[in-house]
Protein backbone atom coordinates (compact mmCIF):
# COMPACT_ATOMS: atom_id res chain seq x y z
CA UNK A 1 0.00 0.00 0.00
CA UNK A 2 1.37 3.58 -0.67
CA UNK A 3 -0.41 6.64 1.03
CA UNK A 4 -0.04 10.06 0.09
CA UNK A 5 -1.63 12.65 2.65
CA UNK A 6 -2.38 16.00 1.34
CA UNK A 7 -4.55 19.29 2.47
CA UNK A 8 -2.19 20.62 5.18
CA UNK A 9 -1.57 24.21 5.17
CA UNK A 10 -1.48 27.66 7.55
CA UNK A 11 -4.43 28.71 9.18
CA UNK A 12 -5.52 30.39 11.90
CA UNK A 13 -5.90 29.83 15.41
CA UNK A 14 -9.61 28.21 15.82
CA UNK A 15 -10.22 28.07 11.98
CA UNK A 16 -10.07 24.30 10.55
CA UNK A 17 -8.11 22.02 8.25
CA UNK A 18 -9.36 18.74 7.08
CA UNK A 19 -6.48 16.75 5.77
CA UNK A 20 -6.42 13.47 2.74
CA UNK A 21 -4.97 10.48 3.06
CA UNK A 22 -5.04 8.92 -0.61
CA UNK A 23 -3.80 5.13 -0.78
CA UNK A 24 -3.25 3.19 -3.79
CA UNK A 25 -3.34 -1.04 -3.51
CA UNK A 26 -6.66 -3.30 -3.51
CA UNK A 27 -6.18 -4.17 0.45
CA UNK A 28 -6.12 -0.64 1.85
CA UNK A 29 -9.65 -2.21 3.59
CA UNK A 30 -8.01 -4.76 5.53
CA UNK A 31 -5.79 -1.85 6.91
CA UNK A 32 -6.62 0.38 10.18
CA UNK A 33 -5.56 3.83 9.57
CA UNK A 34 -4.00 6.23 11.50
CA UNK A 35 -2.19 9.61 11.50
CA UNK A 36 0.72 10.69 13.44
CA UNK A 37 2.42 14.42 13.87
CA UNK A 38 5.74 15.36 14.53
CA UNK A 39 6.69 18.70 15.58
CA UNK A 40 10.32 20.38 15.21
CA UNK A 41 12.44 18.46 17.41
CA UNK A 42 9.93 16.19 18.93
CA UNK A 43 8.89 12.41 18.50
CA UNK A 44 6.13 11.38 16.11
CA UNK A 45 2.82 11.55 18.22
CA UNK A 46 -0.06 9.55 18.10
CA UNK A 47 -3.28 11.70 16.71
CA UNK A 48 -5.75 9.29 15.98
CA UNK A 49 -6.45 5.69 14.77
CA UNK A 50 -9.58 3.96 13.19
CA UNK A 51 -9.82 0.41 12.56
CA UNK A 52 -10.33 -1.35 9.14
CA UNK A 53 -13.73 -1.00 9.09
CA UNK A 54 -14.08 2.13 10.44
CA UNK A 55 -16.28 0.42 13.60
CA UNK A 56 -13.64 2.14 16.01
CA UNK A 57 -12.28 5.11 16.34
CA UNK A 58 -9.52 6.62 18.67
CA UNK A 59 -7.82 9.57 19.77
CA UNK A 60 -5.29 11.44 22.01
CA UNK A 61 -6.39 13.35 24.32
CA UNK A 62 -4.95 16.40 23.11
CA UNK A 63 -7.31 16.50 19.93
CA UNK A 64 -10.29 14.57 21.32
CA UNK A 65 -13.37 16.59 20.24
CA UNK A 66 -12.27 19.03 17.96
CA UNK A 67 -10.57 15.99 15.41
CA UNK A 68 -12.53 13.64 13.55
CA UNK A 69 -11.28 10.52 11.13
CA UNK A 70 -13.25 8.71 8.75
CA UNK A 71 -12.29 6.71 5.99
CA UNK A 72 -13.88 5.39 2.79
CA UNK A 73 -12.63 2.05 1.81
CA UNK A 74 -14.37 2.30 -1.41
CA UNK A 75 -12.46 5.15 -1.95
CA UNK A 76 -9.42 3.80 -0.91
CA UNK A 77 -9.30 7.15 1.32
CA UNK A 78 -8.83 8.29 4.91
CA UNK A 79 -10.02 12.07 6.04
CA UNK A 80 -8.58 13.82 9.41
CA UNK A 81 -11.28 16.87 9.82
CA UNK A 82 -9.57 19.47 12.47
CA UNK A 83 -11.45 22.08 14.34
CA UNK A 84 -10.73 24.74 16.65
CA UNK A 85 -6.89 24.62 15.84
CA UNK A 86 -4.18 25.78 18.51
CA UNK A 87 -0.75 26.42 17.41
CA UNK A 88 0.41 23.34 18.92
CA UNK A 89 -1.26 21.19 16.59
CA UNK A 90 1.38 22.67 14.26
CA UNK A 91 3.05 19.90 13.02
CA UNK A 92 3.58 17.24 9.61
CA UNK A 93 0.44 15.15 9.67
CA UNK A 94 1.72 11.69 8.87
CA UNK A 95 -1.34 8.64 7.66
CA UNK A 96 -0.11 5.36 8.17
CA UNK A 97 -1.84 1.85 7.67
CA UNK A 98 -1.04 -1.11 9.36
CA UNK A 99 -2.48 -4.82 10.04
CA UNK A 100 -2.56 -4.04 13.91
CA UNK A 101 -4.56 -5.34 16.88
CA UNK A 102 -6.14 -2.16 19.10
CA UNK A 103 -3.34 -2.87 21.95
CA UNK A 104 -0.60 -1.55 19.67
CA UNK A 105 -2.54 1.30 17.66
CA UNK A 106 -1.40 3.85 19.29
CA UNK A 107 2.48 2.99 18.45
CA UNK A 108 4.06 4.26 15.57
CA UNK A 109 6.14 1.38 15.22
CA UNK A 110 3.46 -0.70 14.50
CA UNK A 111 2.14 0.32 11.62
CA UNK A 112 4.11 -1.04 8.14
CA UNK A 113 2.93 1.89 5.23
CA UNK A 114 3.47 5.75 5.72
CA UNK A 115 3.05 8.76 3.77
CA UNK A 116 4.90 11.68 2.67
CA UNK A 117 3.76 13.86 5.24
CA UNK A 118 1.87 17.23 5.14
CA UNK A 119 2.54 20.69 7.15
CA UNK A 120 0.19 21.95 9.51
CA UNK A 121 0.91 25.32 10.69
CA UNK A 122 -1.32 27.25 13.19
CA UNK A 123 -0.69 30.60 13.69
CA UNK A 124 -1.55 34.36 14.27
Known amino acids: VQLQASGGGLVQPGDSLKLSCAASGRAFGAYAVGWFRQAPGKERDFVSVTTWDGSHTYYADSVESRFTLARDNAKNMAYLQMNSLKPEDTAVYYC??????????????????WGQGTQVTVSS
Open 96 to 113: AAGRITTAIMRSAGSYDF
